[in-house]
């Protein structure tokens, strides 16, 4: 289960990391593909959001988070070069 807190909470804590520089909080890609417990369906409650299974065990969730995921990794990856001290920036137009 999750709420509103958990990116909140990590990016708070890459953030001190950087200022130590022990990690790089320009370079955060948060995929979030989970349903948010503290805010059900509307005919639903809270309890109910905590204990329900994830559709299809969760396969979507996983395979969004893939999906994503690997067009911003790949792409760093190949170039390397280009990206090591220099950001990737999203192409106007192109949804990426």
Do not use: C
């Not at 349903?35 to 969760?58: E, I, L, R, V």
């Not at 988070?65 to 990794?73: E, I, M, N, P, S």
């Amino acid at each position: 289960m999750t709420s509103n807190m958990e990116d909140s909470g990590t990016l708070t804590a890459i953030h001190r990391l950087d200022r130590i520089q022990r990690a790089d909080a320009d370079r955060v890609l948060v995929l979030r593909t989970a349903s948010n417990f503290t805010m059900p369906p509307p005919d639903k409650s809270a309890a109910w959001s905590k204990s329900a299974p994830y559709p299809d065990n969760g396969i979507p969730s996983i395979d969004t988070a893939y999906t994503v995921g690997r067009v911003v990794l790949d792409a760093i990856v190949d170039d390397w070069d280009q990206y090591r001290d220099t950001l990737p920036t999203a192409t106007p137009g192109t949804g990426g």
